[in-house]
């Protein structure tokens, strides 16, 4: 029996119906709603006023079975199907899935479910876990703080292979590989912030889930000109480009303007991460100490 949800939101019942064509829908909650209203006044004739109401959501997608589609392809399928009017960055976990993982303990599943409104949801079979509690403990800390360490190695590992100069510099190889730094540092940051560890890649969709609880990635990488746009879209779609067009499209001059910012990127997170891991050190061990 389906239950009421208990909060409406733009595009609500578009959205659930065009998710439900798509997969086996448990439930669905709200991580975070950006609503736009964007205004267009013409003093051209004929005179008009234009308003077109846009949203931007962050969605915990729960289902009985993964959905036919990767979450790539859902998520454009949802904007597009919105006549543009809805993005939705998404995060899918099967029903099952969500269970077996808040049991064993999953802090970034259990904040979600306790924290955020529910936008849908079929039953009630989930309830019981919002009133669990948040593991704090110095050994779930020392995992986070390794985690943290490793995946901010490796990207400063690839910073130092695009930062040889070589006579034969090839500006979309050094593109990817900046592309597989970036990954690394935000990977590094959602799992320190959020405890999580996303299974879809693509930078825009990093960027996106980073800006919950940073600014850095629209500082370091703005769209607000055509070059800067233009950066922009150079770095997150490396790897497509590398795989597919066989023409050089970008000059050394561009690739290192990209890199720079990446190393400027890999600086202000690494300093971002040390303020996070001292909060959580004294955070986690005096919950454990208040446990024993």
Excluded at 104 to 123: A, I
Excluded at 208 to 221: A, V
Aim: proline share 3%; with cysteine; charged share 25%.
């Amino acid at each position: 029996m389906e239950t009421k949800a208990p909060k409406k939101f733009p595009f609500q019942k578009e959205l659930i119906s065009l998710i439900k064509k798509e997969l086996q829908l448990h439930s669905v909650y709200v991580i975070s709603v950006y609503p736009e209203k964007r205004k267009q006044d013409i003093y051209l004739t004929p005179i008009n006023k234009n308003t077109r109401k846009q949203v931007t959501y962050t969605l915990l997608i729960i289902g009985h079975k993964s959905p036919r589609k990767t979450m790539g392809d859902l998520m454009a399928y949802l904007y597009n199907k919105t006549e543009q009017r809805c993005k939705v960055y998404a995060i899918f976990h099967t029903l099952a899935n969500i269970m077996d993982r808040i049991d064993v303990g999953d802090n970034f599943l259990t904040r979600t479910l306790s924290q955020t409104p529910c936008m849908y949801k079929e039953d009630d079979a989930l309830s019981r876990f919002s009133q669990y509690q948040i593991c704090f403990h110095r050994l779930v800390f020392k995992r986070i703080k390794k985690g943290w360490k490793n995946r901010m190695k490796r990207a400063d590992y690839l910073l130092t292979v695009i930062n040889t100069i070589e006579d034969n510099e090839e500006p979309n190889s050094k593109l990817a590989v900046a592309n597989c730094a970036v990954e690394q540092m935000c990977l590094a940051l959602l799992n320190l912030f959020w405890e999580y560890k996303p299974h879809h890649y693509s930078l825009d969709y990093l960027f996106h889930l980073c800006s919950h609880f940073t600014h850095l990635p629209n500082r370091i990488f703005p769209r607000t000109t055509f070059g800067l746009q233009r950066h922009y879209y150079m770095l997150c779609n490396a790897q497509d480009i590398i795989r597919f067009k066989n023409k050089n499209e970008f000059s050394k001059n561009d690739a290192h303007k990209v890199a720079k910012l990446c190393e400027r990127f890999y600086d202000e997170a690494l300093e971002l991460g040390k303020e996070q891991l001292k909060r959580l050190k004294e955070i986690h061990y005096r919950q454990d100490v208040k446990s024993q």
